[in-house]
């Protein structure tokens, strides 16, 4: 092949490339948003931690905390929100995690309500990539914090554990 066949050559594979990371985006885009829809819809509590301190929340979080909006809850220290006898339970369980060594992935646990009211949970926590920075992820299924008037259809909640584990599996 002459010098020029193969310059156009790889502009047409460069092409290629650049169409494709576009299709790929606008798909990553979609699924973030419908992502986004189901986890503030569903009436399970979902938390995001990051080094120990709240990073997201969903409203069923945050009902279930006792705060008015999830917004309040950013930048909240986890510890702050779980019961004193609980807590050294909970952060070795948060340090296994954290090593990839956590065989559990459930845990019983008191929620601190903002009246200081303690609730009883069950937590399923989860770290969704195993680097150190990677978020951990508190999921509360409604049935064990939340009323049942404010729990949704049962499809709703499967349709949400399935899509947080296929997170978790990318």
Do not use: W
């Not at 986890?39 to 990073?55: F, K, L, P």
Request: charge should be negative; glycine fraction near 6%.
């Amino acid at each position: 092949l002459t010098h020029l066949e193969r310059i156009c050559l790889r502009e047409l594979q460069n092409h290629g490339h650049r169409q494709e990371i576009r299709r790929l985006r606008m798909q990553l885009a979609d699924f973030e948003a419908r992502h986004s829809n189901l986890v503030a819809g569903t009436a399970d509590a979902i938390a995001q931690i990051q080094e120990g301190i709240v990073a997201s929340a969903n409203p069923a979080f945050a009902v279930l905390t006792g705060f008015d909006t999830q917004t309040e809850l950013d930048g909240q220290p986890l510890m702050d929100l779980i019961a004193e006898p609980d807590r050294p339970r909970v952060k070795s369980h948060l340090r296994q995690l954290q090593k990839g060594k956590s065989a559990e992935d459930s845990l019983d646990l008191q929620l601190l309500h903002r009246d200081g009211a303690h609730r009883q949970v069950t937590a399923y926590v989860t770290k969704e990539e195993q680097s150190a920075d990677s978020p951990i992820q508190i999921l509360i299924r409604s049935e064990a914090g939340v009323s049942p008037e404010a729990a949704g259809p049962s499809d709703s909640r499967t349709q949400l554990f399935e899509a947080l584990h296929a997170m978790n599996g990318k």
